[in-house]
């Protein structure tokens, strides 16, 4: 069956690193687009950036940029997020999912049927 399973969270000082994966099985992702969200007690769930897995195409919420870099293993049906330079706004549960539509201009979880339990990060000194 299909899962997605996420691992690398902890707790980090600000301006530390951590890289996040996201382990998928039980489904083919030769179309699939990968996603990385978060939440944040009290706060709404947001898309941070996403991956269509077949071109590589990527998306970055403006708040990421140039601090994360999402990519992916097609042969491990993995997908990192590496994230530097961490704040503390960055903390909160980090998801991935798999959804089936791809943009470059946005993420929607709308678009993402499967998602994974989720792994914590938590910036802090």
């Known amino acids: 069956q299909l899962q997605l399973v996420e691992s690398g969270g902890g707790l980090v000082q600000p301006g530390g690193s951590l890289r996040l994966s996201c382990d998928v099985s039980g489904f083919s992702l030769d179309y699939a687009t990968i996603g990385w969200f978060r939440q944040a007690p009290g706060k709404e769930r947001e898309g941070v950036s996403c991956i269509k897995m077949n071109t590589g195409g990527t998306y970055y919420t403006n708040s990421v940029k140039g601090r994360f870099a999402i990519s992916r293993d097609n042969a491990r049906k993995t997908v990192y997020l590496q994230m530097t330079d961490l704040k503390a706004e960055d903390a909160g549960v980090y998801y991935c999912?798999?959804?089936?539509?791809?943009?470059?201009?946005?993420?929607?979880?709308?678009?993402?049927?499967?998602w994974g339990q989720g792994t914590q990060v938590t910036v802090s000194s």
């Open positions: 999912a798999l959804g089936r539509t791809y943009h470059d201009f946005k993420m929607e979880s709308h678009d993402y049927d499967y």
